[in-house]
């Protein structure tokens, strides 16, 4: 069996975290394949450990362009399985694929079981599916936040590849990318979160504080990114971002199911909250009701 994983890219660079869990969640499956748009790209993905060959494209990395470019590599290749991350990238280009190849699209998955059996949450992360496909060839998105990333190791060789003719139905016209200098969301160690509780956007700089005191990320409940509160790329949550840190800080978020499935897996959840009664306390393994106005400035002065 051989699995073709498409890498995720960002300004000709590798997105490496998700790429390198995904390698940990694929490595039972056999030899991993990556196909990766760019020469940079490509030569860092082929330094990660458990990539047997990379695949390098050109062109600009667009779903409907890439999506033929992985459907003539599975062809020509004889993959089993082709994966991505369940990130926006790969949320938009594997489903088309799958539909190019007439398979299912698997999404979402937290566990490869065997070759044909995946294991993908359902219901808001309240139930697990195990699902069993009898398609020819596997096309899965993989939810990487439970898997440890790969280390170096390498590197691996690598193909240029001959791209088939660009559908040119889309073109990309600009990117606007926040930089804040803080670790990224997905693959951050810790994550302080502020929820609806924090009533203004000027109010949220005592997240922002909390988490740069700890080195963490910032995230946000929809509640939060809908009052405009915080930037919608923080949003933690079912449509939002799904992450499990070491560490995952609750403020004034009450814990609707909705913000669970995109936290709970955190290996040590802290709430802290003025109603005993919130459905955050049920999942948290430290919990305070406090005054958030008043005990997030005394936490961020003494750690
Ligand atoms: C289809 C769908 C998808 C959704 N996707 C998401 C998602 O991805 N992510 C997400 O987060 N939500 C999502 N939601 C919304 C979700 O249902 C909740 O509405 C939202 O999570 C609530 O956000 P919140 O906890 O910040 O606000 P609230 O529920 O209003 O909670 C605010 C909390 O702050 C506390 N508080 C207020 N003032 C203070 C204070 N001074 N000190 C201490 N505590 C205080 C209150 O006690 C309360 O518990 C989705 C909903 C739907 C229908």
């Known amino acids: 069996m051989t699995v073709l994983l498409i890498a995720e890219t960002a300004q000709g660079r590798l997105v490496a975290d998700p790429v390198a869990r995904a390698l940990t969640a694929l490595a039972p499956l056999g030899d991993v394949h990556v196909l990766a748009v760019g020469a940079e790209a490509a030569a860092e993905a082929a330094t990660l450990s458990g990539v047997t060959k990379v695949l390098q494209a ?48 698997i999404p979402d998955v937290t566990a490869i ?24 060839v596997k096309v899965l998105t993989l939810r990487t936040t439970g898997f440890a990333p790969a280390e170096t190791g390498g590197p691996a060789p690598i193909d240029t590849m001959t791209a088939p003719a660009d559908p040119a139905l889309s073109t990309w016209v600009e990117d606007r990318i926040e930089s804040t200098g803080r670790p990224e969301l997905t693959s951050a160690g810790v994550v302080v979160s502020g929820g609806r509780g924090l009533g203004s956007e000027e109010n949220f700089a005592l997240i922002v504080a909390l988490a740069d005191k700890l080195g963490g990320a910032v995230g946000a409940s929809r509640a939060a990114v809908d009052a ?37 897996d955190s290996k040590v959840i802290v709430a802290l909250n003025k109603d005993e009664d919130a459905p955050i306390f049920q999942v948290a393994d430290y919990g305070l009701v406090c005054d958030i106005f008043e005990a997030v400035p005394e936490l961020t002065a003494k750690v």
Do not use: C
Not at 254 to 260: E, F, V
């Open 58 to 105: 050109e062109g600009a990395p667009l779903p409907e362009a890439l999506a033929n470019l992985i459907l003539s590599e599975v062809k020509a290749g004889g993959y089993t399985h082709v994966a991505a991350a369940a990130t926006t990238a790969g949320k938009a280009t594997l489903p088309r694929v799958a539909a190019l190849l007439d398979v299912m699209i």
């Open 113 to 136: 079981l065997d070759a044909d059996t995946f294991e993908r949450p359902a219901y808001a992360g309240n139930a697990v599916q195990r699902v069993r496909s009898g398609d020819a």
């Open 228 to 264: 405009g509160y915080a930037p919608n790329d923080w949003q933690v949550g079912q449509t939002g971002k799904v992450v499990a840190p070491d560490l995952y800080i609750a403020v004034g978020i009450s814990g609707a199911i909705q913000h669970l499935a995109g936290m709970k």
